[in-house]
């Protein structure tokens, strides 16, 4: 009984973990969107899962259609020179962020 309650208690807890990760993305997707492209902030936010193959292919028609948004992003300009707060990895014309999510499915397991 004692085990079944640890878990139950430890799959809560990484949910909630979980959900407040991602609205810490989003304020970072706001924050992050406000300093490249300024107020007021009219944009748009996606969540996106291409499988490997397709991901390529789908930078590609991002870069297309958001590809004007941002001229620094298709420049060879210093990445010192782009207002941006949390630049890390690559720089796209559109915010973009990686979320791992490994840790969640990993908790049914536990």
Same mark, same amino acid.
């Given at each position: 009984?004692?085990? +079944?309650?640890?878990?139950?208690w ?14 810490? +993305? ?44 941002? +001229? ?7 990445l010192?020179?782009i ?28």
């Open positions: 009984l004692i085990k +079944k309650l640890r878990k139950q430890y799959q809560r807890r990484v949910r909630e973990a979980f959900l407040n990760w991602t609205h810490v +993305k989003a304020l970072r997707l706001f924050t992050e969107s406000v300093l490249r492209y300024g107020l007021p902030a009219t944009f748009m936010t996606a969540i996106l899962e291409p499988n490997k193959k397709s991901e390529k292919k789908l930078r590609e028609k991002l870069f297309a259609m958001y590809g004007t948004l941002d +001229k620094n992003a298709s420049d060879s300009t210093d010192g020179d207002p941006a707060m949390f630049l890390t990895g690559d720089y796209y014309p559109y915010v973009y962020f990686d979320i791992n999510t490994a840790f969640v499915e990993n908790v049914r397991d536990f």
